[in-house]
């Protein structure tokens, strides 16, 4: 189990806040509190959050401008500003960016010594290096 002050490696945010984002992906559509309270506390083995939790996790991320919100009477409506990809995307450059710029050699080799290992992951690395060379702007 994740400690509850470890955050998100990849989308660095805490761990409920994460969950959070990713109900809010999958539902794709301005969703309540209530919307998202059901969502993280669907299934049989789901860890149940209250509705204020929730809420006070949707404003916080909201702050952080992960989210936007809107009013509709007197319920507020949440939605992510960036898509799931987007999101990670933009995290993932964050990290290895000043890797890249400070300590590229290792970085390269912890790279590919990671990539070599696992075939599927070799292949799809040579595909989009394939790409990138065919596209050198995309």
Known sequence: MVPSTERDPVLGVGPLEARVMR??????DWSSVG????????????????????????LNLTKKQFTKKRSIGR??????????????RQA?????SP??????????V????????DQSALAEFERLLAERKAN???
Request: glycine letters at 4%.
């Open 99 to 108: 890797l890249l710029r400070n300590h590229r050699n290792p970085l390269f």
């Open 92 to 96: 993932v450059a964050e990290i290895v």
């Open 35 to 58: 919307d998202v309270q059901a969502a993280l506390n669907a299934g049989p083995k789901a860890k149940q959050i209250s509705y204020s939790a929730v809420k006070a996790v949707l």
């Open 136 to 138: 050198p702007r995309g």
């Open 110 to 117: 912890q790279i590919v010594s990671e990539v070599v290992a």
């Open 75 to 88: 319920a507020n409506v949440f939605l992510p500003l960036k898509s799931q990809e987007d999101h990670q």
């Open 23 to 28: 109900a809010l992906w999958r539902r794709g």
